[in-house]
Antibody, heavy 120, light 110 residues
Framework: QVHLQESGPGLVRPSQTLSLTCTVS??????????WGWIRQHPGKGLEWVGY???????YYNPSLQSRLSISMDTSKRQVSLRLTSVTAADAAVYYC????????????WGHGILVTVSS | QSVLTQPPSASGTPGQWVTIPCSGG????????VHWYQQVPGTAPKLLIY???QRPSGVPDRFSGSKSGTSASLAISGLQSEDEADYYC???????????FGGGTQLTVL
C-alpha cells in the first residue's frame, strides 16, 4: 500500500512561486517504474492533470503549465516536489499528490490533497 | 471545458441500475484504456474501475465498466445511498502525453 502526504503553504501571493512537497511511504519509489505527480481540482470543478515524474526522472507536464512548472524527486527523502512559478488566481485549487503505474496509468493512489489559495 | 464529456448529474433510487457515460476522441478514449474514479465530497478521488472494466480489490461487483470506440460507461447496479458521490472518467491522451478527465457526474440517490 502506498501512502502520499502533501505539505506546503496554503497561501501564496500572486506572481510568487508555489512549492509543494509530497512524501511517499510504502511501495517502491525511484526504482520500480512508477509515475509520481500532481493533479489539481479547482473549487467546485473537475480534475486537471498537472504533471508527472517517472521513476527514472523523466518528467511529463501539462502543456498549459509547462512554461511555469517543475517537478522533481528526491529518492533519499522519498519526496516529490512541485514548483509552479508566477501564480495567479487561476492556480488556486486543491492539489493532490498521485501515484500511477501500480494498477492504472493515471492515478492509483492519492494523497488527501492540500488547498492552495492565491491572494495578496 | 473538460476533454472527456460526461453528464453533470445523474440520479436513481435505492436498488436501481444507473449508467454514467463518458465520451472522448480518438487520441484518448479511442486509443487508450479508461479508468473511473469516485469522489465523495471533501475527500480525495478513489480508483473505482481501471483498464475499462477491471475492479481494484475491495470495490464491490455492483460497479462495472465498459468501453466501445470513443465512448465508455460506468454502471452501478443495486444503487445504495453510499454511492452518492461524484464520478470521473479518465484516459491518457496521446497528444497531451498525459491523462485527461471528464468533467464529473454528480450522482444523487433519491
Amino acid at each position: 500500500q502506498v501512502h502520499l502526504q502533501e505539505s506546503g503553504p496554503g497561501l501564496v501571493r500572486p506572481s510568487q512561486t508555489l512549492s509543494l512537497t509530497c512524501t511517499v511511504s510504502g511501495g517502491s519509489f525511484g526504482s520500480g517504474g512508477y509515475y509520481w505527480g500532481w493533479i489539481r481540482q479547482h473549487p467546485g470543478k473537475g480534475l486537471e492533470w498537472v504533471g508527472y515524474i517517472y521513476d527514472n526522472g523523466r518528467t511529463y507536464y501539462n502543456p498549459s503549465l509547462q512554461s511555469r512548472l517543475s517537478i522533481s524527486m528526491d529518492t533519499s527523502k522519498r519526496q516529490v516536489s512541485l514548483r509552479l512559478t508566477s501564480v495567479t488566481a487561476a492556480d488556486a485549487a486543491v492539489y493532490y499528490c498521485a501515484a500511477a503505474g501500480y494498477i492504472s496509468n493515471v492515478a492509483d493512489y492519492w494523497g488527501h490533497g492540500i488547498l492552495v489559495t492565491v491572494s495578496s | 471545458q473538460s476533454v472527456l464529456t460526461q453528464p453533470p448529474s445523474a440520479s436513481g433510487t435505492p436498488g436501481q441500475w444507473v449508467t454514467i457515460p463518458c465520451s472522448g476522441g480518438r487520441s484518448n478514449v479511442g486509443r487508450n484504456v479508461v479508468h473511473w474514479y469516485q469522489q465523495v465530497p471533501g475527500t480525495a478521488p478513489k480508483l473505482l474501475i481501471y483498464s475499462n472494466d477491471q475492479r481494484p480489490s475491495g470495490v464491490p461487483d455492483r460497479f462495472s465498466g465498459s468501453k466501445s470506440g470513443t465512448s465508455a460507461s460506468l454502471a452501478i447496479s443495486g444503487l445504495q445511498s453510499e454511492d452518492e458521490a461524484d464520478y470521473y472518467c479518465a484516459a491518457n491522451d496521446d497528444g497531451l502525453n498525459g491523462p485527461v478527465f471528464g468533467g464529473g457526474t454528480q450522482l444523487t440517490v433519491l
